[in-house]
């Protein structure tokens, strides 16, 4: 790359340290990143990473210590004095307006964008140059997910960053966007550009940094060359212990208990910008984790929103939970009837931000003995709350914690955990280890397998991780454009073909969506690499 040791570093942040009310998130860090550095930011959910990377771009500002940037004493007091400096950054959520164009996208954040034609032509003009193909007067509502993450880029590359800051960049990103954007990286490094990478995607991290920092409960703990490191040894630094490890189980699924069955669902989105579900056929059987995959916006959301019941269905017996039909449910109805729900937004559907975590439990977990005659169990729910905590390993104030005060991946396991110790019938879990550390993911999954082993529950999974539907599914499906794939077993399926499937080489004409019978009750599963 274009690192070189000799050279003063780009940014030298001495001593940082900040705390929020009940928490230290930074105790005394030092970090240095030298110019051309493909450097990686590691971390367990809520060791201080967010917080971290939110100093240097000025959102939060640190309370004790010193930054210099390029050797002089530094102030970083807001992301516009950042980005003056050649600091830019690329969020884990996009911040795109869906209804302008990828141009007046740009232009927002540019203090001298210029006219809108001698933008576009700087637009063009960096995409070819780092092959991250755009098109200017492209709506933002008409491009996937990978495109979009582009449309960050570009705006980034505009500003003539020096040191490019990248807040979990693969997580809804097919395979071949995913090599698309290391070539464009290691570009970046080779000009003399630096960037900080944060990743729970420990195999991308070997693969693509040079350096590595190292965050656990708020301190810094160590720092390797990851080239040199696996990802389990990687894994230990940044847990402090060996990091656990998935246990299979036997399956049982009975192929004659059918407890989620869509029939011939359509659907009609609810904003312009959405994607129509058409004629979808689909059993999910009890004691089986089914998997749907596919890159974000190709109607996997307004399935989501058909089965939770936030919209209902043209007809009641489109959706079917264990033989009765829920289609003209509202969520209250079907959770009543054994259904739970894990969306993929985290807060504003999964959880009430300004809410406690109390609170935010008894809001889809009321029915599990939390209310009695009209009137809530507050030591239940308390006790419940707290079971989440430990069983999840939520690292919070309290219970009485207001959820927006956890870290992502803190939250993330908190609504998982709230969903499986209810141990429903149907569980529809949408990315459920998204931006989860590796120790969180598998207990996620460990937990999902023992719903479905000991419990008996089906699962309909729908996640862009690849490697985590091949590791905890036993069957699997590809949606795209709002048609499903036909459904097959994961024993008789390949990366290579779901890829193609992902693009909509499929043919839907002769499937069968009740799938495959299972041929021994065991569970296939590739290794995750």
């Not at 409960?217 to 060359?225: E, G, N, P, T």
């Not at 004659?256 to 312009?272: F, K, M």
Request: net charge negative; with cysteine; proline share 4%.
């Amino acid at each position: 790359m274009g690192t070189d040791s000799q050279a003063a570093p780009l940014l030298e942040l001495r001593d940082i340290s900040k705390r929020y009310p009940g928490t230290l998130a930074n105790d005394s860090i030092d970090l240095t990143i030298q110019p051309g550095e493909l450097h990686a930011l590691l971390g367990e959910n809520g060791a201080g990473k967010s917080t971290l990377v939110k100093c240097i771009y000025g959102v939060v500002h640190p309370d004790a210590g010193q930054m210099l940037w390029q050797g002089q004493p530094t102030a970083i007091t807001s992301p516009s004095r950042a980005q003056r400096l050649g600091i830019g950054m690329v969020f884990q959520h996009f911040s795109l307006f869906e209804t302008l164009t990828v141009a007046q996208n740009i232009a927002l954040s540019l203090k001298n964008a210029g006219s809108m034609r001698g933008l576009a032509g700087r637009i063009v003009e960096v995409s070819k140059e780092y092959q991250l193909a755009i098109e200017p007067g492209r709506h933002v509502y008409d491009l996937s997910v990978g495109e979009r993450q582009r449309v960050e880029i570009v705006r980034c590359l505009l500003q003539d960053p020096q040191l490019l800051i990248m807040d979990e960049p693969t997580s809804v990103l097919t395979p071949g966007e995913v090599e698309l954007l290391f070539k464009t990286l290691r570009r970046l490094a080779a000009e003399g550009r630096s960037i900080l990478y944060i990743s729970h995607k420990l195999e991308e991290v070997c693969a693509l940094c040079e350096r590595a920092t190292i965050l656990r409960s708020a301190r810094l703990v160590d720092s390797c060359d990851p080239r040199t490191e696996s990802t389990d040894s990687l894994a230990r630094m940044m847990m402090g212990t060996a990091p656990p490890v998935l246990e299979h189980r036997q399956t049982h699924a009975d192929e004659q208990q059918i407890c989620l069955r869509l029939n011939a669902l359509n659907h009609q989105p609810s904003t312009p910008f959405g994607t129509r579900l058409e004629a979808l056929d689909l059993a999910v059987r009890a004691g089986e984790v089914l998997g749907i995959a596919g890159v974000a916006g190709n109607g996997q959301q307004e399935l989501l929103m058909a089965l939770s019941g936030e919209q209902r269905s043209q007809r009641r017996d489109m959706i079917q939970l264990d033989g009765t039909p829920v289609g003209h449910m509202d969520p209250a109805g079907r959770r009543a009837r054994g259904l739970a729900f894990a969306p993929a937004e985290r807060l504003g559907r999964g959880a009430v931000s300004e809410m406690s975590l109390v609170d935010n439990t008894c809001l889809t977990a009321y029915q599990q003995g939390l209310v009695r005659h009209g009137f809530v169990r507050e030591q239940a729910v308390r006790r419940l709350t707290r079971q989440i905590c430990e069983r999840f390993n939520v690292i919070s104030g309290g219970t009485s914690a207001e959820a927006r005060s956890l870290s992502g991946g803190n939250l993330q396991k908190f609504v998982m955990g709230r969903e499986i110790l209810q141990a429903p019938k149907v569980l529809i879990a949408a990315n459920p280890t998204w931006g989860v550390d590796v120790g969180a993911a598998v207990t996620i999954r460990q937990a999902l397998l023992d719903l479905v082993t000991q419990g008996g529950t089906g699962v309909l999974l729908i996640s862009e991780d690849l490697n985590e539907l091949f590791e905890i599914c036993d069957r699997l499906a590809v949606m795209y454009e709002g048609r499903l794939s036909p459904v097959v077993s994961v024993a008789d399926a390949d990366h290579e073909e779901i890829g193609r499937w992902m693009a909509g080489l499929f043919d839907t004409g002769s499937a069968d969506n009740a799938g495959p019978s299972a041929t021994d009750g065991k569970r296939h599963h590739a290794a995750v690499t």
